[in-house]
């Protein structure tokens, strides 16, 4: 498996290298795919219709929202957790003006599944164990068969 990249260009406007151009690489996504999409792709190896993938994501999805409203976190098989965190203006120095009036909005968060090894390092679920980066435009080129 790869992912591709590209190289941007930034010109610095503060620090040691201001004024200068510099270069590093992001990663490239080659677009985004819908439910729709995903539940034909799942439904292809199993004997629900896309409309039964649907279906279910879509309660999946309800739910989610729903329990999340209650106060719970919800972990998301293999992928990790779902829960909502609150962006605050500021610290109080007394406990009694630590209210909900510190809350400036609250918005969903996600922690990647992961399992650690001995030496300390996370492998995150979400990414193959093995994954080789490609500058976008010199990816390898699928051979196609002429009949």
């Keep these: 498996m790869s992912k591709s990249y590209k190289v941007s260009k930034k010109t610095m406007n503060m620090g040691e290298k201001k004024g200068q151009t510099v270069y590093s690489v992001r990663p490239y996504s080659y677009g985004t795919l819908t439910t729709e999409e995903v539940a034909t792709q799942i439904a292809v190896e199993s004997t629900a219709t896309p409309a039964d993938v649907k279906a279910v994501l879509d309660r999946y999805a309800y739910y989610v929202k729903e329990n999340l409203k209650k106060g719970y976190d ?74």
């Design 74 to 147: 919800i972990e998301l098989l293999g992928f990790g957790k779902l829960y909502l965190r609150f962006l605050t203006g500021k610290a109080v120095e007394n406990e009694k003006d630590a209210n909900a009036k510190l809350v400036k909005s609250i918005i969903p968060a996600f922690r990647p599944s992961y399992h650690k090894l001995k030496n300390g390092t996370h492998i995150y679920n979400l990414i193959p164990d093995t994954i080789e980066l490609v500058k976008y435009g010199d990816e390898k080129k699928d051979k196609t068969i002429e009949p």
